[in-house]
């Protein structure tokens, strides 16, 4: 167990530092970054310069051992947007990213659940065909389209609700709708399909010849066999809602790690792209890993190879 | 006395047995009913696609200033925008380049993914170890992330894009595809004309391609669903297609601006991204049933 632990986490970080090497050599593929930080006129003699400042005439192998050197401090560089560590800047986005992911789960697991289930106890009833067109429906919309369309009726019809900022409650409710909806579709399809193959089960038909109540046999028996694969899937999906996150932070201006990638990729402010690419990898890794981890643990078939 | 109850016992989970019969078939009608519309939507977006102009009942680029933010109307169909261009021509010509980025990604990342998955499923080793390694990193990034960070690096061309997108989604192909020739290699068929003496590139040509060729199927029509959400986020960030250039994320992002007093702009283009994604996973889902029904309907973990 010990090794299969040390061998994920060895295999996690050399994933991390592969994700570090791409972007430094995106970033460079760029171009100069003199031409970003210099004046226009700014003569040749004076490029040289801050060239030679920023280490930028070594070579690149040098120029990245230096970085990783850096990165092991937790450096980052300095943003030049906001005068602060790069890193401390993508650290500050990270809560509200967290914040609206973890909404949007709550929300993927509250509606899907409940539907997944009604949809297996009563295949083919009225609710079955509402969850299959809303699982259909949100597997299909991209978050931000689904984001503009709340507004529309929400905030700008009805104006129930703001149409974007954040800090309060109410902030939360339009994004995390948004982007928990292509969630909580999967989790209503995967709920269902589990949910049948349970009922089917020999167990639940012998809790039932015991005589439990029906809402007894679903909940305690049934429902508690068939989560095992849906919390699987949602552990795996969080890190997809990250992604997700990006576009509906910008519409709705959710000052998190998509917004801040947005705004600094159209500003040109790399330093600031590294550090967010290199936070959310980490943290996406992390993820996988304690979710293996977690199943190694659970469940003794897994091989430990 | 002891029949009483026993069959009072049994009858409640004799129930869904004796129903499951005829609901199964009404699931299935309506299912094919899914079928069929999914491939109606698919057969128009191809003739927009390929066909645009005929469809298109205005230039998509002309402008008509004194024609600005119509609502839907007999005329135009799908309302105008801010300055005054069909909203339908637009969306209609949106197809063209999305069907032509999101077919050269599928081709280019299932060839690549898949030739990775084979080999590395096949050769096992170094090479194994290398590809996934490689679709661990791509796997370790959200791919919105990985394809916004590369387009904002390389430029936002057409083939840029259409590379972007490719190394946001091959590591799809080559994780399957790897997992299946795993499970093949060992299999006796393949065991028996290695004996007889085969070479590999032989074996892997001719029995094990054949024998994936279903999953590779099924997996490009899923991920192009996955391709073009993500070319459509991409634009509608403004890091896909460029304008004049047309693409429905584009058109959204466009229509923003005028949420609150014309709709229309936003919502139309909205809608047919949607339903072409809806088609495309339809279909995708009743290819998986023809060809490979063991593979997973959800792809996505």
Known sequence: MLIYLLKRLAQSAITVLFVVAIIFVVIRLI????????????????????????????PVLVQFGAYLAQLARGDFGISYRFSLPAGQVALHALPPTLMLASAALVLALG??????????????????????????????APPFFFSLLFVKLFSLHWAWL????????????????????????????????????????????????????????????????????????????????????????????????????????????????????TLTAAIFVLINLLVDVAYALIDPRIQHG | MVDIPLSGFLRRPAEPVLKLAPLRRRLGAGRRLQRGLAMLVSVVILAFALFGPIFEPFDPQAIDLSASFQPPSAEHWFGT??????VLSRVVEATRLTLLITGCV?????????????????????????????????????????AMVLAGAVGQTLPNLVLVLTLASWARFARVLRGEVLSLRTRDFILLVRLAGASRGWIMLRH???????????????????????????????????????????????????????????????LALMLAVLAVNLLGDALRDRLNPLLPSDLSS
């Open chain 2, 106 to 146: 599928v081709a280019l990342a299932g060839g690549l993914g898949g030739l990775a998955g084979i080999g590395a499923g096949y050769f096992g080793g170094a090479l194994d170890a290398l590809v996934m390694r490689l679709a661990d990193i791509q796997l370790a990034l959200p791919a919105i992330i990985l």
């Open chain 1, 31 to 58: 171009g100069d970054p003199t031409h970003l930080l210099l004046p226009p006129e700014a003569t040749e003699a004076d490029r040289v310069v801050l060239r030679h400042q920023m280490g930028l005439d070594r």
């Open chain 2, 81 to 86: 925008d801010q300055i005054g261009r069909d």
């Open chain 1, 162 to 277: 703001p149409t974007g900022g954040y800090g309060t409650p109410a902030h939360l409710v339009l994004p995390a709708l948004a982007l928990g909806w292509f969630a909580a579709a999967g989790v209503a399809r995967l709920t269902r399909s589990s949910m049948t193959d349970v009922l089917g089960a020999e167990f639940v038909k012998f809790a039932r010849i015991k005589g439990l109540a029906e809402q007894e046999v679903i909940l305690r028996h049934a429902l508690r066999n068939a989560l095992l694969p849906v919390v699987t899937y949602v552990t795996l999906q969080f890190g997809l809602l990250i992604g997700g996150a990006v576009s509906v932070e910008v519409v709705f201006a959710w000052p998190g790690i998509g917004q801040l990638l947005y705004d600094s990729i159209n500003n040109l402010d790399y330093t600031v792209v590294q550090a967010a690419v």
């Open chain 1, 111 to 140: 509606i899907g659940i409940p539907l997944g289930v009604a949809a297996a106890i009563w295949p083919g009833s009225v609710v079955d065909q509402f969850g299959q067109i809303f699982a259909v429906l949100g597997q299909a």
């Open chain 2, 208 to 270: 094990i391609l054949p024998n994936v060729v279903g999953t590779l199927v099924v997996l490009a029509t899923i991920e192009a669903g996955s391709v073009i959400v993500l070319e459509a986020t991409l634009s509608f960030l403004g890091l896909g297609i460029q304008p004049p250039g047309i693409s429905w994320g584009g058109l959204i992002a466009e229509g923003r601006g005028f949420l609150g007093a014309a709709w229309w702009v936003c919502a139309c283009p909205g």
